[in-house]
């Protein structure tokens, strides 16, 4: 799950575009996913569980439409967050991505599915 937040407005982020890609063994990028945050900021279900293998990711949040359609001129094209998934065995990702026009923070719960 992904979950968007707007510091400015201390609000949810509805409408936020994203992009998940997978890193292949030559090292290129390959879209694997895409979608948008619903108006309570959140994204669900972007790949399937026997889609997303190990590996490393790239989720790149699309900030500065986001941030034009509020009325703002944003600092980041796009925010960025790249981590490496199942490397100690299947796990369950949430990743949340707090925003404003000048800055983005970011956090991950990451749970053991099996326990």
Do not use: C
């Not at 998940?20 to 619903?38: F, M, R």
Request: proline content about 3%.
């Amino acid at each position: 799950m992904v979950k968007v937040l707007d510091a400015v407005k201390g609000m949810p982020a509805g409408s936020v575009a994203l992009k998940v890609s997978q890193k292949d063994a030559n090292g290129e990028w390959t879209q694997v996913a895409n979608g948008a945050t619903d108006m309570t900021g959140e994204v669900h279900n972007l790949i399937t569980e026997q889609d997303f293998s190990a590996g490393i990711y790239r989720v790149e949040f699309d900030t500065k439409t986001y941030w034009k359609n509020e009325g703002s001129r944003p600092f980041h094209e796009v925010a960025d967050v790249v981590f490496e998934a199942h490397a100690e065995g299947h796990r369950h990702y949430t990743l949340a991505l707090l925003l404003s026009p000048f800055s983005y923070t970011t956090t991950a719960v990451v749970m053991d599915t099996h326990r």
